[in-house]
């Protein structure tokens, strides 16, 4: 994470100057150090402890691979915006916020989507193959589309928090954002109310140097902790596919080993099979003599001739 923005650089960036004294916001009078020729002069000492608080939790949320949508369509802070999201690899909003962008993002999600098809078609070259008024009508599309959404085109979710750079301009996202509850940091000035803001930066919003001191300050934080966390999701990627591999291979591993098991059951099986009936087929040819045949039984005794036989029924002596 870098190093905590000072004093001396606050003070150098112009960060203390505030709006004109009959334009300001009473909500604001805790932040503010003093008046000077009708300006308001804003106390950088709690500047400086309330970007640390903010710079904290924007390191802590992106470490932990949360995403925060840089927001700045005012001239000062479009170039610092989207220079440090591109850094980041965070969304942004430089040109125009998008009605519904948070609240309706579902439908947003289908613009995204058909900017993805869109561009896709342009660069494959299909857009070329159409009729002129259907292609010209096409590439209108993917312009405006590209005007207003392509710097959320990868933000597939809402946004863990949002980073705005001045209230007044960016007032529809500020609220959108509240409603959803998401957190705010906010770039305050002396004219606008602190109230929806849960991270305040008091400081000059229409200065650039003051808007690319905070904002790179901010974007630092989150590019060290998204850059962190990247390397530790690569590693835990890299791991996990390792698992996964070596999984494989004990599973392929096991079931090859399963299969030559059941291959030599088989065959253990088969040859014990064989071996029976080559043992069957066998026996009478080398089993030796036959049987003895079974004797006959014996006559029954012939009567004597010298004794009588007995009379037959009937007849008489």
Not at 51 to 68: D, P, Y
Not at 98 to 110: D, E, R
Not at 117 to 139: A, C, F, I
Request: aromatic letters at 4%; proline letters at 7%.
């Amino acid at each position: 994470m870098p190093a905590q923005t000072g004093l001396k650089e606050l003070l150098e960036a112009g960060v203390h100057f505030g709006h004109q004294t009959r334009r300001w916001n009473p909500n604001m009078r805790r932040y503010i150090f003093g008046e000077l020729d009708g300006i308001h002069i804003i106390d950088l000492v709690q500047t400086e402890d309330l970007l640390e608080q903010a710079r904290v939790f924007a390191g802590e949320l992106s470490s932990g691979g949360g995403t925060v949508l840089f927001v700045g369509t005012k001239k000062q802070a479009r170039g610092p915006v989207k220079e440090w999201a591109d850094r980041c690899k965070m969304p942004y909003v430089s040109q125009r916020w998008l009605g519904g962008l948070l609240t309706n993002f579902n439908t947003i999600s289908q613009r995204i989507s058909r900017l993805h098809e869109l561009t896709e078609w342009q660069d494959e070259g299909k857009l070329e193959l159409l009729p002129t008024k259907e292609r010209m009508g096409m590439q209108a599309e993917l312009a405006k589309l590209e005007y207003n959404l392509g710097g959320v085109r990868d933000m597939d979710r809402l946004p863990d928090a949002i980073f705005v750079t001045d209230l007044k301009t960016e007032e529809i996202a500020v609220r959108e954002a509240a409603r959803l509850r998401i957190p705010i940091i906010g770039l305050v000035d002396t004219n606008c109310d602190p109230t929806p803001v849960d991270f305040v930066i008091p400081g000059n919003d229409d200065a650039i140097r003051s808007c690319q001191l905070v904002i790179g300050t901010i974007g630092g934080a989150i590019e060290s902790g998204a850059g962190a966390w990247r390397v530790q999701e690569e590693k835990r990627i890299a791991e996990e596919m390792e698992r996964r591999r070596k999984d494989e291979e004990e599973r392929k591993k096991r079931e090859e080993e399963e299969k030559v098991r059941k291959e030599a059951e088989e065959a253990a099986k088969q040859a014990a099979e064989k071996q029976a009936l080559a043992a069957q087929a066998a026996g009478p040819a080398d089993g030796g003599a036959a049987p003895p045949p079974t004797p006959p039984a014996p006559a029954a005794p012939r009567p004597d001739a010298g004794t009588p036989a007995a009379p037959k029924a009937g007849e008489s002596k």
